[in-house]
C-alpha cells in the first residue's frame, strides 16, 4: 500500500482527528487486531453479531498506533504516539478511504458481476489482461462492501490495471460498490435466480446488476452476454454507454461459431472483427466458452492483440472448489463445492454428463436463498439431472426436490437417494461407490459439500 496521511484523511471525510498528528503517514489497513504491520491504522468494523472496538488493545498490543473509531464508542489510551480518527460509521469510511486510495493510480478499472461465474470469468479476464499489465484482482470472495476497499488498498505503483469482482444480494449494494470504483469497463456474465428471495424477481435482479452503469457515460463499456434473456433486452435500449455483448448468436459483437472439448479443455471458433479465431482454454464445459468470451472482449477494449489474448487464456487455472477436476487412483471427482444456483447446477450437470463410459454420480446439495422459488428451482435441476446422471443423491432439505424434478421427467426413483447430512452420505457412499465413478459435488456454500470431497480424495476401492 502508498502511504496516505491522516490529514488525507480529514479532508476527504467527514472525520475528525481525537488525539495524534495530521501529517501521520498510514503505510497500511487492517480490520483485523491480529494482522498489524507497520505504520497500521485499524479500522473497527461493527457488525449484526460483533463489534470490533472490543479488540482496539489487542491491535495496540500488536503493533497498531493508528485507529479510526465509531463516535459512540470512547478509546482512552495513555501513551502519547498513539493516533485517534472519529468517524460517523467506521464500514462507511472503509468505503470512503478506498475510494480516496483509489485516486493515486490512474489506472484502468474492470468490474465483473453476474448471477453465476462472475468468479471464473473474472479469473479468464485477469489471465488475459495480466499476459500484457501488471494486474491486481479481487481474490477469494472479497466481493462486499468491505472486501472491495480491502482489495483496493492492495493497489502499488507497479499495476497497471484492477479486476474487481461485485458480489450482492440487495438492491442498493452494486451501486454502492460501482461509487468506490468508478471502473471503465464492466462484464456481466448472465442474470439467474441467486438472491432471488431478496430481489423478488429476475427483473429485479436485472435492475440490481445493472447499477454497475451507474456512474456510466459514452467514455464507458458494458460487456454482457447477449444469449442471456434478460440482458439481451438491453440492445433494444437507448444507452448512454457502449455496449458490447458475446454469444453463440450471429447478431453478437463476438460469437462462437463451433467447439470441441476433451480431458484437458474446450477448443473453439470465434468470429472476431469478421475473422475466425481458434482459442483454446483450460477447462471444462460450455458456460465456460462465454466466461471466455467475455474475457475476449475485455482484452479486445484494452488493446490487446488476439495472439496475445489467446496466449493469456492458457494461462487460467479454476479456482479452488470451482468445476475443480480431481482424480484419484479409484474415481474421478467433479469438486464444484462452491456455491449452488439453479443456472450453476445445470453447467455442473452438463460437464457430468459427458463422460459417457463411466458411471455418472450427482451429490447434490440445497440451493439457499431462493425463499418461494425453492421447490420449484430444484426441481428444474432435477429434471436437467435427468440424463446427466446414473445416480443421484441429494442432501439438505429443499434439495429432495431435485430427486422428485428428475423422477418426473422419467429417471428411475430407485436410484434417487436422500440425506440430511453430509456423514450420512458419506456412509452410503462407502458401500456404493465402484472404481471408475465420476462424482460430482455439488451444493451452496453453508452446506460444506467440500466435506464429501475429502472423503473422497482419501477413500480407496
Do not use: W
Amino acid at each position: 500500500m502508498k502511504a496516505i496521511t491522516i490529514n488525507e484523511i480529514l479532508n476527504n471525510l467527514d472525520a475528525t482527528l481525537l488525539k495524534g498528528s495530521e501529517d501521520t503517514l498510514i503505510k497500511s489497513i487492517s480490520i483485523n487486531s491480529k494482522n498489524i504491520e507497520n505504520e497500521c491504522m485499524f479500522i473497527p468494523l461493527i457488525g449484526e453479531k460483533f463489534d470490533a472496538h472490543n479488540f482496539v488493545n489487542d491491535a495496540y498490543e500488536n503493533g497498531c498506533r493508528i485507529f479510526l473509531k465509531d463516535k459512540n464508542h470512547d478509546l482512552n489510551f495513555d501513551s502519547e504516539d498513539v493516533n485517534v480518527i472519529e468517524v460517523d460509521d467506521t464500514t462507511k469510511a472503509l468505503g470512503d478511504i478506498a475510494r480516496l486510495y483509489k485516486k493515486k493510480f490512474l489506472i484502468d478499472y474492470v468490474a465483473v458481476t453476474g448471477s453465476t461465474g462472475k468468479t471464473t470469468t473474472k479469473d479468464m479476464i485477469y489471465s488475459v489482461l495480466s499476459s500484457k499489465y501488471n494486474t491486481l484482482k479481487t481474490e477469494g470472495n472479497f466481493n462486499n462492501h468491505i472486501g472491495l476497499p480491502l482489495t483496493i488498498f492492495k493497489l502499488k505503483d507497479e499495476h497497471e490495471c484492477a479486476i474487481l469482482e461485485m458480489g450482492m444480494s440487495s438492491f442498493g449494494e452494486i451501486e454502492y460498490l460501482s461509487n468506490i470504483v468508478n471502473h471503465k469497463i464492466a462484464v456481466i456474465s448472465n442474470i439467474g435466480l441467486s438472491h432471488i428471495e431478496n430481489l423478488g424477481s429476475r427483473e429485479g435482479i436485472l435492475k440490481a446488476k445493472l447499477e454497475i452503469t451507474k456512474n456510466f457515460t459514452n467514455d464507458n463499456t458494458l460487456i454482457i452476454n447477449a444469449d442471456d434473456e434478460y440482458l439481451k433486452t438491453l440492445k433494444k435500449k437507448e444507452l448512454n454507454y457502449n455496449l458490447k455483448t458475446f454469444g453463440f448468436e450471429k447478431e453478437s459483437d463476438l460469437y462462437c461459431t463451433g467447439y470441441k472439448m476433451n480431458e484437458t479443455g474446450i477448443d473453439f471458433e470465434c468470429i472476431v472483427h469478421n475473422q475466425k479465431e481458434e482459442f483454446f482454454i483450460p477447462a471444462r464445459g460450455k458456460h465456460n466458452i462465454y466466461n471466455a468470451m467475455a474475457a475476449i472482449l475485455t482484452g479486445i477494449q484494452l488493446g490487446l492483440s488476439i495472439d496475445r489474448i489467446k496466449k493469456g487464456l492458457l494461462n487460467f487455472k479454476n479456482g479452488k472448489m470451482r468445476l475443480d477436476i480431481l482424480k484419484t487412483d479409484s474415481f474421478e471427482i467433479i469438486n464444484d463445492a462452491y456455491n449452488a444456483s439453479p443456472d450453476s447446477m445445470k453447467a455442473a450437470l452438463n460437464i457430468l454428463g459427458e463422460y459417457k463410459k463411466n458411471r455418472k454420480i450427482a451429490v447434490l446439495g440445497d440451493m439457499l436463498e431462493m425463499g418461494e422459488y425453492a421447490k420449484n428451482g430444484h426441481e428444474l435441476v432435477g429434471e436437467y439431472a435427468n440424463g446427466n446422471s446414473d445416480l443421484i443423491i441429494t442432501v439438505g432439505k429443499d434439495s429432495k426436490h431435485i430427486g422428485n424434478g428428475a423422477i418426473k421427467k422419467g429417471f428411475n426413483g430407485q436410484n434417487v437417494i436422500h440425506f440430511n447430512s453430509n456423514s450420512q452420505v458419506i456412509d452410503y457412499l462407502k458401500n456404493t461407490l465402484k472404481k471408475d465413478d465420476v462424482i460430482l459435488i455439488k451444493g451452496s456454500r453453508g452446506m460444506k459439500m467440500e466435506e464429501i470431497v475429502d472423503f473422497l480424495n482419501n477413500h480407496k476401492i
